[in-house]
């Protein structure tokens, strides 16, 4: 039986209904995966952001805990040398002291001609020379001359070895220094410098670690003594 016109339109319309309606299901399908997608995208992309976010600042503060701890450590290493600074000026000073007292030694003949003596027999002692030339201050020369067979003697029963003592009249130690004298081999080839001021030196180094210890106190960074 053949369709009519009006049957044809109204199969036409609804396969066109039936086609719509699967466009538009298909449609809101695809939005719907679509927005999915789009949140999951978003979500992955808002979290690795936030990570490196979190991780820039992470890095960030400790940055700036490194140069906190630089910084304080610089400050530290500035404060010790200043302290040591501090302890080296005061050292400099407590045997500039020292020095300053020395003519206190020479105030007494008989005691600083005895140091005269051990001084010139310690020499002696050093250098184990047949002939030796003693330089003292002019104003020291007169117990230079008495001391020097006293000296001599000594080093003979020490060593038994003698040696021939002359003053250099020729080149006076410094009046302004506080005494003691120096010892030359022939032509100056070695010096032994026993002047009091010398003497003071030696000991001031030998001595360094008590000296800091007396007036500073014990180190505590200190292992060892020596």
């Given amino acids: 039986m053949a369709l009519s016109d009006a049957d044809v339109q109204k199969q036409i319309h609804h396969m066109m209904a039936f086609i719509e309606q699967e466009a538009n299901e298909k449609a809101e399908e695809i939005d719907a995966r679509a927005e999915e997608e789009f949140t ?3 979500g992955r992309l808002v979290q690795q952001n936030r990570l490196k976010i979190i991780e820039y600042y992470e890095r960030k503060e400790k940055q700036v805990e490194l140069q906190k701890k630089i910084g304080a450590s610089n400050q530290l290493n500035k404060s010790r040398l200043e302290v040591l600074k501090a302890q080296e000026a005061h050292i400099r000073n407590v045997l500039h002291e020292a020095r300053q007292k020395l003519h206190v030694i020479t105030q007494s003949d008989a005691k600083y001609q005895k140091l005269l003596e051990d001084l010139i027999c310690q020499g002696l002692c050093q250098l184990l020379e047949p002939e030796l030339i003693i330089r003292c201050r002019r104003a020291d020369h007169g117990l230079i001359e008495t001391v020097i067979p006293i000296a001599a003697q000594r080093y003979k ?3 038994g070895r003698t040696c021939k003592l002359t003053v250099d009249t020729a080149n006076w130690l410094p009046a302004e220094i506080c005494g003691g004298i120096e010892l030359l081999t022939k032509g100056n080839r070695i010096k032994v410098s026993n002047t009091l001021e010398a003497r003071l030196e030696m000991l001031a180094q030998q001595m360094l670690p008590e000296i800091r210890q007396m007036l500073f106190g ?8 020596n």
């Fill in 218 to 225: 014990a180190n505590p960074n200190r292992k060892f003594d």
């Fill in 40 to 42: 999951i995208e978003k």
């Fill in 157 to 159: 029963d020490q060593t």
